[in-house]
């Protein structure tokens, strides 16, 4: 039996990515236990043509932010870990001061208890320097911090690909395995003979 891994959609700007986490995950078979922050389903209305309902319907089990005394609010309840995505600044400064306010910050603040990785897509930039003190003061507690910044060494065509990268980054994190992007496998005519024979089977 495979063990959930907890989503969680906060109201940063790039809502994209943790709608495409889900998808990424339905597809996989892998389980997902969603929570949506307050400010996640009016971004999701600016920034996309999901309604909340549509994204609700890719995970397994949806939980209300409010829900301090959910099933995810406590350690004994085992999961694969937890990804942010994306994260607010006002989410990272919770996480950050174990400040569990609500269902988001106190699932993570469990899953850092209890050893487990707990992935933070922080959306902001620039960054002041308090946005770096909360960044480290989380990484401090266990979190990775993995903001989604594009790669192109694989080519991408198209913004989803940018995305799928990033969304692929935070899945490697929890160790669950994918196909969401081409990986980089060096340079030079023995790498090109190397892709060409995995093309091609």
């Not at 990515?17 to 929570?35: Q, S």
């Not at 994918?178 to 005519?189: P, Y």
Request: proline share 4%.
């Amino acid at each position: 039996m495979k063990l959930p891994l907890v989503v969680a959609i906060t109201g940063a700007t790039g809502v994209i990515y943790g709608v495409e986490l889900l998808r990424a995950l339905k597809d996989l078979g892998h389980p997902a236990h969603l929570i949506l922050s307050e400010s996640a389903g009016t971004n999701l209305a600016i920034e996309t043509e999901y309604t909340v309902s549509d994204v609700k319907a890719l995970a397994d089990v949806v939980y209300s932010n409010k829900d301090v005394g959910a099933a995810v609010a406590s350690g004994s309840f085992k999961t694969r870990g937890m990804i942010v995505a994306p994260c607010s600044i006002k989410t990272l400064s919770a996480i950050a001061n174990s400040f569990d306010y609500n269902l988001v910050v106190r699932a993570a603040d469990v899953q850092l208890k209890e050893g487990r990785k707990v992935v933070l897509m922080v959306r902001e930039t620039p960054l002041h320097k308090g946005h770096l003190d909360l960044m480290a003061r989380a990484a401090d507690n266990g979190a990775c911090i993995l903001p989604p910044m594009p790669a192109f060494y694989h080519a991408p065509q198209t913004i989803m690909d940018l995305i799928h990268q990033s969304v692929g980054k935070a899945l490697d994190q929890v160790g669950i395995e994918h196909n969401l992007f081409r990986r980089w496998t060096g340079h030079g005519r023995q790498a090109a003979q190397q892709e060409a024979l995995r093309v091609a089977t």
